[in-house]
């Protein structure tokens, strides 16, 4: 009797065990292979058995707005200390590191923005090989049937420097981050002729991945309604375009195809409450009014 009651017991562990070395090997798509653990809102242009699901984890994130504030505001050795730092679209680090340093952990850029990259290639994809990029665009432009403009591009990218990680927004992510918008704003955005900017995605994105954000040089929505704001231009990069508060004003006012750049920021400054979120030069007065929508 003792004998039975061992050989059964051995017997479930065996079986227990088998079924999650199985568990453990089944891939996503059914197929053998270890599994992905990775956030499925993301996946890698060129796709391969390891790294299918963009899998990324900081404790301490480091944003770095393009906007014209990074003009000498001297932070590049404290952004580079940071464990991740996370850069928007084509803003270069050559040539302004004292303001926004020279590490690029994670780049998120939009589809308008791809041909930029692509024209410089060798100093994104190569020089910077070790950084992981995650692209966002409309399913026009994203889609993978081979009508897909912009995502046809990233392919041969992709094939072209296998070394460099290369992910994109799945159709599914954009619905949900349109979503988002309406669930904050009570707008639908495709209604309201509103388009998300790339810092929005890339908000959504580094509340799954960090487990806290330093956020530099990006405004509040007060900023430029305020009669002692700095005039500077809308990128750190490009000297003697738009100033960055009429482009936000422009933006927020236009009827089609504007981002709400200032609806946005009183967007993250209620996400800011709800998690480890710090906004530096300029800082923001998070208590300052309610930013309920």
């Not at 910077?128 to 403009?149: A, H, L």
């Not at 309604?225 to 006012?253: F, I, K, L, Q």
Request: with cysteine.
């Amino acid at each position: 009797m003792k004998f039975q009651r061992f050989f059964l017991v051995c017997l479930v562990i065996v079986t227990l065990s088998a079924l999650f070395w199985y568990i453990h090997m089944i891939r996503s798509d059914g197929s053998t292979g270890m599994v992905n653990t990775g956030l499925h809102g993301y996946t890698r242009i060129v796709p391969s058995r390891i790294d299918q699901f963009l899998n990324m984890h900081c404790r301490q994130c480091a944003l770095v707005s393009s906007s014209g504030q990074m003009q000498g505001a001297g932070l590049g050795k404290e952004i580079d200390q940071m464990g991740c730092v996370i850069r928007m679209n084509n803003a270069p680090t050559l040539g302004y590191e004292q303001d926004v340093g020279s590490k690029t952990s994670l780049r998120v850029v939009s589809h308008t923005s791809v041909p930029l990259l692509i024209k410089n290639e060798s100093y994104y994809f190569r020089h910077f090989e070790d950084t992981i990029y995650v692209f966002w665009g409309p399913e026009r432009n994203m889609r993978q049937d081979g009508k897909g403009r912009v995502f046809n591009a990233l392919r041969k990218m992709a094939t072209k420097y296998p070394q460099v990680k290369m992910y994109m927004v799945t159709r599914e992510k954009v619905e949900y981050c349109d979503n988002v918008f309406q669930n904050e704003t009570g707008k639908n955005r495709m209604k309201s002729g509103a388009f998300l900017s790339t810092g929005f995605f890339t908000m959504v994105l580094l509340i799954d991945i960090c487990d806290s954000i330093l956020i530099y040089g990006m405004i509040d929505d007060n900023y430029c309604s305020r009669t002692d704001h700095a005039t500077v231009p809308y990128h750190y990069y490009e000297m003697g375009r738009m100033d960055e508060c009429r482009m936000y004003r422009m933006h927020e006012r236009a009827r089609h195809g504007g981002h709400r750049f200032i609806t946005e920021k009183s967007i993250y400054a209620r996400w800011a409450k709800q998690h480890r979120v710090e906004f530096k030069h300029p800082s923001w007065n998070l208590q300052e009014k309610n930013h309920d929508p």
